[in-house]
């Protein structure tokens, strides 16, 4: 037994009990969801090796349970958490995740993985903080999902960072990847650059940060000083200038101030006729894990949608947990993933229309087509309209 605080407890559980409690509990909890029903299997299901299963109990009460089962022989795969709709919004996940996570390690097991329907950051972030990776998306009968990884090897994480493109390999990473001993590199020197006189007038961020306005050959001129000292990425070196100019569109940037020099910037540009794109947001080393980005961030949204926009996209590197969660909780949600030049990079997007918010938690299977987003999809107005409050994994 595993107290969680506020008076629940996660009790392990018989894989009989567990299947018993999803017959009677998982209407409740995943109703609102919206997957393809399948007829009956032609086949039975494959066995599913080592089994956990843990019950979450309010008092005497049943309220939610986690059940994980094991992959091959490195990997554990939390199939499926679920909690009753009254109970959620408490910080449950967030606090039964170490608990498990320490059994598996335990254990002996090396990957954990999860998946969960794209638009869930209530999901998603907390998996996120705790260390999983983002690794893909795929459609399934539930919906769009996102593949979630959390290596418990640090060598194996950090080869997950160079797959990315986030970091270069070296140490025991670059070993283990055929590359041989690859020292890491040192830190460039971080050059001193005096904010420039041309900056706007600038927003507090809080703790003496600024954000300023800037012409973009301000910011170009900021941004090939400090470029070298912002970024640790593996890009891949195209041999020559590029052979077109950049579309002629509008672009918008800001530096971030901090007692008067530049400690990191932000670039936007229109990507088509709704749509805004975040192209290059960063803070210098020594300034982040502060909050900046997070306080930064509904600063330049306001903005943007101030200027018309109805969608704003961005992309990460896919193992950039310190952006990816603070863009979640500010309400992006993951669509996509690519493999451009700057390697595996997750895509997100942030409507500013809450219908089309809806539409993306439709898509995602989070939920069922009801109301404006039926109609906008040409379903007309469907009788499972009233949601439940349910929140599918």
């Avoid at 392990?12 to 409740?28: Q, V």
């Avoid at 990315?164 to 650059?193: D, K, N, T």
């Amino acid at each position: 037994m595993s107290a969680l605080g506020d008076g629940y407890e996660a009790r392990p559980l018989p894989y009989a009990a567990y299947r018993d409690a999803c017959a009677r509990l998982e209407g409740r909890i995943f109703g609102g969801g919206w997957g393809y029903a399948f007829g009956p299997p032609a086949m039975s299901s494959p066995p599913l090796g080592e089994t956990f299963q843990w019950g979450i109990y309010h008092g005497d009460d049943l309220i939610g349970w986690h059940h994980a089962h094991q992959r091959d022989e490195r990997t554990i795969d939390m199939a499926d958490t679920g909690i009753l709709p009254e109970h959620q919004e408490r910080g449950l996940y967030t606090r039964l995740l170490p608990h498990v996570l320490n059994v598996y390690r335990d254990a002996g097991y090396t990957l954990v993985t999860s998946h969960h329907r794209a638009t869930n950051n209530r999901v998603i972030v907390p998996k996120l903080r705790a260390g999983f990776f983002v690794q893909g998306l795929n459609l399934y009968e539930g919906g769009l999902n996102v593949a979630l990884t959390l290596s418990l090897d640090e060598a194996y994480r950090d080869a997950m960072h160079v797959r990315s493109g986030f970091r270069q390999a070296s140490g025991e990473a670059a070993r283990r990847l055929g590359l041989g001993e690859l020292p890491e590199r040192p830190s460039p020197a971080v050059p001193r650059v005096l904010f420039p006189p041309e900056a706007g007038e600038g927003v507090d961020l809080g703790s003496g940060y600024t954000l300023h306005p800037v012409p973009e050959a301000v910011f170009r001129a900021v941004y090939a000083e400090l470029e070298a000292a912002a970024y640790a990425t593996v890009s891949f070196d195209w041999p020559g200038p590029a052979p077109l100019p950049p579309p002629a569109v509008p672009r918008y940037a800001w530096l971030v101030g901090y007692a008067g020099e530049v400690v990191g910037w932000q670039m936007s540009r229109q990507w088509d006729t709704r749509t805004a794109y975040m192209v290059n947001t960063a803070l210098l080393l020594g300034h982040r894990g502060r909050g900046v980005y997070s306080r930064l961030l509904p600063v330049v949204l306001e903005f943007l949608r101030a200027q018309g926009y109805a969608l704003v996209r961005s992309h990460h590197h896919a193992t950039n947990n310190a952006v990816l969660i603070p863009k979640l909780r500010a309400g992006f949600c993951l669509q996509g993933m690519q493999v451009d030049e700057h390697g595996v990079t997750a895509v997100l997007l942030h409507p500013f229309d809450p219908v089309y918010r809806d539409y993306m938690d439709v898509r995602s299977g989070l939920t069922r087509p009801g109301g404006e987003v039926a109609r906008r999809l040409g379903l007309g107005l469907l009788s499972s309209d009233a949601p439940d409050g349910s929140s599918p994994a």
